[in-house]
């Protein structure tokens, strides 16, 4: 069974840190293009960083939006299948749920953010107050 298991999320003062993990199984992890998102209340989902596959051309490509650069680094563990999204100075506005995306057929750039992801997590609540 395919499974994206995220964990990590709480509350947090603005300027604090988290780390998110979200812990696969059930496919071929190294594969796989991992990618975060997230989605606050009464707004669309957006993009937030994404990984590349493990092995292949590409290995070790990140991608960030604008708004995290600077603040949140995506890894990614393969002897544990789990990818981490390291969240420094946060603001209200990371405040959202926070889901883990794979896909095997993905690249990790821009584009990323609006493919129809083959397998998602449950999603992490993430709340910063100010």
């Known amino acids: 069974e395919v499974q994206l298991v995220e964990s990590g999320g709480g509350l947090v003062q603005a300027g604090g840190s988290l780390r998110l993990s979200c812990a696969a199984s059930g496919f071929a992890f190294d594969d796989y293009v991992i990618t975060w998102l997230r989605q606050a209340p009464g707004k669309e989902r957006e993009g937030v960083s994404c990984i590349a596959r493990s092995g292949g051309r590409g290995d070790g490509i990140t991608h960030y939006v604008d708004s995290v650069k600077g603040r949140f680094t995506i890894s990614r563990d393969s002897a544990k299948k789990t990818v981490y999204l390291q969240m420094n100075s946060l603001k209200p506005e990371d405040t959202a749920v926070y889901y883990c995306?794979?896909?095997?057929?993905?690249?990790?750039?821009?584009?990323?953010?609006?493919?129809?992801?083959?397998?998602w997590g449950q999603g992490t609540q993430v709340t910063v107050s100010s």
């Open positions: 995306a794979a896909d095997v057929r993905v690249l990790c750039y821009s584009g990323a953010y609006v493919v129809d992801y083959d397998h």
